[in-house]
């Protein structure tokens, strides 16, 4: 069962939160820093580890189509336009992603981004097309 695109979008808020700390947690669990000094902000802080590096771009990348998924996904919402398949395969795709970032599977890396974005023109055409078949009916 595919939750509805509301439930979808606070899933994506959460994993936002989550993608913000991961570089810092992974960088903690490797030994690469101890939490005091993450938390002390010491000027001269050791060099991240290589899968915390990848998670922080795993991170900026995700900040990339985010907006267009909340763009889409409030339009779609707001003009009460069923597009929550769409819109939770985008999801899993960002996390199918995240993790071959971090773990450097780089064909599934980009499958996922390039079915996630796929995923977005689906979306968007939904849009479009129950758009265009109810927008003359209040006339």
Known sequence: MIPDTLFT??????????????PNIIWI?????NPYD?????KRSP???????????AF??????YPIFLSLSVLGITMGIPI?????????????????????????????????LLCLCWMSFEIIRLNRLTMFTHF
């Open 84 to 116: 929550h398949s769409a819109a939770f395969i985008w999801l899993i795709l960002r996390f199918i992603h995240t993790f071959s970032y971090v773990f450097e599977w780089n064909w599934t890396r980009t499958l996922s981004w390039y079915s996630s």
């Open 9 to 22: 979008v606070f899933l994506s808020i959460g994993y936002f939160i989550l993608l913000l700390y991961i």
């Open 47 to 57: 060099k991240r580890t290589l899968k915390a590096k990848l998670a922080s771009l």
């Open 60 to 65: 900026e990348n995700y900040k990339e189509t």
């Open 38 to 42: 993450l938390l002390k902000g010491q």
């Open 29 to 33: 669990l490797e030994g690469g820093i």
